[in-house]
């Protein structure tokens, strides 16, 4: 099988904890933490390793939250290729309010990645072996422009990986810059942002991905519409896949958990339909859990077989 690699720029450590209710100034007595492995390369890669896959996770650590971030990875047994990094490797915190059902999301900014390390992370890229998939996802850090993930991604087509980016704003628009891309996943927002203009009738998401299809920036578009799904694009076609009713929990790590998915099926030469239905399994699957949990095999087999009986 084709083999799948995910770079992460700016990683994260991740904890969630319970609270009765939340109010200012008072204290907030909490749960103990659950500490998890983030950021968006990273999830995806713990996605693929959830799903019975193999994903091999590179990025930068730093400090003692880069050490707790690598041993919670061995734990998962996801494959890792780490840089050093000067910096810690930054901690976000979720909070979920057992009173109100509401989530709090506290992100720091991503840990400084100078020119150097920055370096060593294109260089491990550039030994993946031609014709693996390379996801590239989550946000940039302080220090690296768009210029640099733009060079990047040319230069590791230049060696026949095939790129798939899961970002938004200016990051997204320099990665299809690129052209040729295997896979982008925007929402319905980030997708007016790539073509300039509101979507508001019934057929305009539909028709600003095809138009980036057929621009050859990238060959599949998969616009994520929440509840409804998703609606998936590539040269042959279009397909929409709307997940059953379901009680969300938590949205956090439902993008990451349908674009492991997704990349998993790529890797198995599985058609439109089939990789759509298992991301959108994969993303929903991810939302029945509270806090930070990615998707799990049972629970998105159980929606795969939903989506393909019907």
């Known amino acids: 099988m084709v083999q799948i690699y995910t770079l992460t720029l700016s990683p994260s450590l991740d904890s969630a904890t319970l609270t009765p209710q939340i109010y200012p100034e008072g204290k907030l007595r909490c749960s103990a933490p659950v500490f998890e492995p983030g950021g968006g390369g990273i999830n995806v890669a713990r996605a693929i390793t959830h799903l019975g896959g193999k994903a091999t996770a590179i990025f930068p650590a730093g400090g003692a939250t880069g050490e707790h971030l690598i041993a919670l990875l061995a734990d998962e047994r996801v494959a890792v290729d ?133 621009s050859g920036k990238t060959r599949r578009v998969v616009v994520s519409l929440g509840p409804q799904g998703a609606l998936a694009v590539d040269e042959s076609g279009f397909v929409q896949v709307v997940p059953p009713p379901m009680k969300s929990q938590s949205t956090v790590g439902a993008g990451d958990s349908m674009v492991g998915a997704m990349t998993l099926k790529l890797a198995q030469g599985a058609s439109l339909l089939e990789m759509t239905q298992h991301g959108v399994a994969a993303g929903s699957a991810a939302t029945i859990n509270q806090g930070t949990r990615l998707c799990s095999l049972e629970d998105t087999q159980k929606i795969v077989n939903y989506l393909t009986q019907r």
């Open 82 to 214: 780490t840089v050093k990094a000067k910096d810690w490797t930054r901690q976000n915190l979720h909070v979920h309010v057992e009173s109100s059902g509401e989530q709090y999301r506290f992100v720091m900014p991503g840990a400084m990645l100078d020119d150097d390390e920055f370096r060593q992370l294109e260089e491990k890229v550039l030994l993946v072996e031609s014709g693996s998939l390379l996801v590239i996802s989550g946000s940039l850090p302080p220090g690296v422009k768009t210029e640099k993930l733009t060079q990047l991604i040319r230069a590791a087509q230049d060696k026949g990986l095939r790129c798939i980016v899961d970002s938004s704003g200016e990051a997204l628009t320099a990665a299809l810059s690129s052209g040729d891309l295997e896979l982008i996943k925007p929402n319905q927002k980030e997708l007016s942002a790539l073509v300039n203009r509101p979507l508001t009738q019934p057929d305009d998401v539909r028709t600003a991905a095809q138009e980036l299809v057929r």
